[in-house]
């Protein structure tokens, strides 16, 4: 995968990083703005599938969010904020779905990091197995 993405998807596009920050070619967990004043804004996103949708000691949710935060933190940042993109199949229960969220929320408030938007689409029944969360996480090194 890694050498399809080196050597198909990166070459695809020219402008892959901000000034001197980690971009698209570099094949981080995720890239970093510099602000010119020895910070950086680190983002970084993840799309999530799982099946089961629930296990032992956790859920798609929780998936999501846990490793959204640790893909900044690895790059040294302190995590800030997350945004979600929920796509959900038609007919996915709603009580699964709140359960869902409300792990996301738990782990968002333990670690004190803010959802500060998303997104929520259903597609028609068939056309996806459950539910797949996108999370696009932002952190700052200091």
Same mark, same amino acid.
């Given at each position: 995968?890694?050498?399809?993405?080196?050597?198909?998807?990166? +070459?695809?596009?020219?402008?892959?990083?901000?000034?001197?920050?980690?971009?698209?070619?570099?094949?981080?967990?995720?890239?970093?703005? +510099?602000?010119?004043?020895?910070?950086?804004?680190?983002?970084?996103?993840?799309s999530y599938t799982v099946k089961p949708l629930f296990f032992p000691g956790g859920d798609i949710g929780k998936l999501a969010i846990c490793g959204s935060i640790n893909d900044v933190a690895v790059m040294g940042a302190i995590p800030l904020a997350i945004l979600d993109a929920i796509v959900?199949?038609?007919?996915?229960?709603?009580?699964?779905?709140?359960?869902?969220?409300?792990?996301?929320?738990?782990?968002?408030?333990?670690?004190?990091?803010?959802?500060?938007?998303?997104?929520?689409?259903?597609? +028609?029944?068939?056309?996806?197995?459950?539910?797949?969360?996108?999370?696009?996480?932002?952190?700052?090194?200091?």
């Amino acid at each position: 995968m890694l050498e399809f993405l080196e050597k198909k998807l990166a +070459p695809t596009f020219s402008l892959t990083r901000v000034m001197n920050g980690l971009g698209l070619s570099d094949m981080e967990d995720g890239s970093t703005i +510099p602000l010119g004043d020895e910070r950086e804004v680190v983002i970084s996103i993840d799309s999530y599938t799982v099946k089961p949708l629930f296990f032992p000691g956790g859920d798609i949710g929780k998936l999501a969010i846990c490793g959204s935060i640790n893909d900044v933190a690895v790059m040294g940042a302190i995590p800030l904020a997350i945004l979600d993109a929920i796509v959900v199949e038609e007919g996915f229960e709603v009580k699964k779905l709140q359960k869902i969220l409300e792990s996301m929320e738990k782990v968002l408030t333990e670690e004190k990091v803010a959802l500060i938007g998303g997104d929520l689409k259903v597609v +028609p029944k068939g056309e996806l197995d459950g539910v797949v969360i996108t999370t696009a996480s932002i952190g700052i090194v200091e």
